[in-house]
């Protein structure tokens, strides 16, 4: 593969640069990777995670914060001065770890949710945080010139966020106000809506014909309606697809096969076959999605991969020919990095299972645990980024992952382990196969998220390498302090399910619908049930 951009696939090879000499200098949009724009993206990626981690064990759904990262900062930096595109796009590139990841939520409260964990333990929550996170920056490296270069993907967030940083830095008063009309407008909808409750957020109905249960709904979220304008008729209509087949077809076959059927109405029969149910449908699809982009993307994976090696023999002066805006972390320290960041993951598995009782299965658990996250962390990361790129950050379903992964996790440990985890073994089982779930999840929600960067970078002339620095920066500051932030939200709401004190409010608890979800999935199949 080509080291230069595919011209056919990517709409700004033709004006881009040709050579080494007669690319643009970076100086010509101010400096890039500034200390104050890494302190200030530091401070906006611990501020979002904050929200990110309640909105999300109350809702179950994070937001992205790529774009309201870098409205902040152009509006912050602009107060010191001397701010340009260049250093704005690496504050948002580092604050959009915040909304990354606090996807860990999906699957990590569960541990507390089953009483293996009583709390977040620092070092433990870090590990999974730090070496998922930066096994997912490692593989998004050789993705980017496949994926957002080579494959034509939209990557709607990515390309929505490069015109919010186009218009803040040229002034376009016309851009702006379009940008700021939608807001507006978005806003005042969004507060009619969740607010003030004025208006219906949606309308739905659940109808039967006989047994069989059908439901119609649809919703008014500005930001899905916003999506829509980005992805194109294409992906709409898979999503759309994706609808009728669950809603159209698979809930209202099994209810018609006596699935959901019970004391409750018919609205809550549907829900409850969808979620237990047609979920599981979608995440075997999104496995065999994940295998088939892999595999159709092997020969240029392979091809920029084999390029970047190539530029790597040649030195110094090789990489200096390329580009500025084709240079990536150089690929020598990329498979240096992954070999060695696969030694603290084992000894986060090692000191996992210090409490069982496996005698030599232990390593065994070790070794297993080891491949399967970054063997199937690699396919889930290829996966993630190519839906980034056809649907967006916000709508890759990372909590499909999340559940193909458990799903697997759980049914290959009990094949390893049996019964040799001693009295608690059962619960042990299923606490390792969440914290496999945990480190795939983080992996995959950070090559999701670099990638989408990646794309925005790639439309504002930005350094690759830069940009991956600055996405190792804000993976760092998150891994430091998203286990205090989850033990201060514990601790001051609880877990619906799991107190960690007598007489607290039942009704205030936080449920973590989706990590309840990956439990009863996971304790479920290690239980035969």
Not at 80 to 107: H, K, P, R, Y
Not at 249 to 277: C, F, M, N, Q, Y
């Amino acid at each position: 593969m080509d080291a230069r951009p595919d011209e056919r696939s990517c709409p700004q090879a033709e004006a881009g640069p040709k050579s080494g000499r007669d690319a643009p200098d970076s100086s010509r949009h101010g400096a890039e990777l500034t200390l104050r724009g890494l302190l200030l993206g530091a401070v906006i990626t611990v501020v979002f995670m904050t929200a990110n981690l309640y909105m999300g064990l109350k809702t179950g759904v994070t937001f992205s914060t790529s774009i309201p990262a870098a409205m902040l900062a152009m509006g912050l930096l602009r107060l010191f001065g001397g701010s340009g595109i260049l250093e704005n796009n690496i504050v948002q590139t580092q604050g959009s770890a915040a909304g990354t990841l606090c996807n860990v939520i999906l699957v990590l409260p569960g541990l507390v949710l089953i009483g293996h964990w009583h709390g977040f333990p620092f070092w433990e929550t870090t590990a999974v945080c730090l070496v998922g996170g930066l096994i997912g920056l490692v593989y998004s490296i050789p993705l980017r010139r496949a994926l957002v270069m080579g494959a034509g993907l939209p990557y709607p967030e990515g390309t929505a966020a490069a015109e919010v940083l186009h218009a803040g830095e040229a002034g376009d008063r016309g851009g702006l106000r379009i940008l700021l009309g939608a807001v507006g407008a978005g806003g005042a909808i969004g507060l009619a809506t969740t607010g003030f409750r004025l208006l219906a957020d949606g309308l739905h109905t659940t109808l039967a014909a006989g047994p069989a249960l059908f439901r119609l709904a649809t919703g008014f979220s500005p930001a899905l309606v916003g999506v829509g304008y980005l992805v194109g008729l294409g992906a709409c209509l898979a999503l759309l697809v994706g609808v009728g087949l669950a809603w159209g077809i698979a809930v209202p076959l099994l209810t018609a096969l006596g699935d959901g059927a019970g004391g409750e109405g018919a609205e809550a029969a549907a829900r409850a076959v969808w979620s237990d149910k047609v979920r599981l449908i979608g995440a075997g699809i999104i496995a065999v999605g994940a295998i088939w982009t892999v595999a159709s993307l092997g020969r240029s994976i392979l091809g920029s991969i084999r390029s970047a090696f190539g530029a790597a023999q040649g030195g110094g002066h090789a990489l200096r020919q390329l580009p500025r805006q084709e240079r990536d972390l150089p690929i020598t320290w990329i498979a240096g990095s992954s070999l060695l960041l696969a030694l603290p993951l084992a000894w986060l598995f090692f000191h996992f299972s210090a409490g069982a009782e496996l005698g030599g299965l232990r390593f065994a658990l070790v070794a297993v645990a080891t491949l399967f996250t970054v063997v199937f962390g690699f396919l889930m990361a290829a996966a993630c980024g190519y839906l980034a790129g056809l649907l967006g950050s916000s709508s890759s379903p990372i909590s499909g992952i999340g559940i193909l992964t458990t799903l697997l996790a759980a049914l290959l440990l009990p094949l390893l382990l049996g019964r040799a985890a001693g009295p608690e073994g059962e619960r042990f089982v299923v606490a390792a196969a969440l914290l496999l779930a945990s480190v795939v999840v983080t992996t995959a929600s950070i090559a999701n998220d670099n990638l989408q960067d990646l794309k925005t970078g790639q439309l504002v002339d930005a350094t690759p390498w830069r940009q991956q620095v600055a996405l190792g920066v804000g993976v760092g500051v998150g891994a430091l302090v998203i286990a205090p932030l989850l033990g201060l939200l514990y601790n001051a709401y609880g877990f619906v399910g799991a107190l960690p004190r007598e007489g607290m409010d039942a009704a205030a608890a936080l449920p973590a619908p989706q990590a309840a979800l990956m439990t009863q999935i996971a304790g479920g199949i290690v239980r035969g049930e």
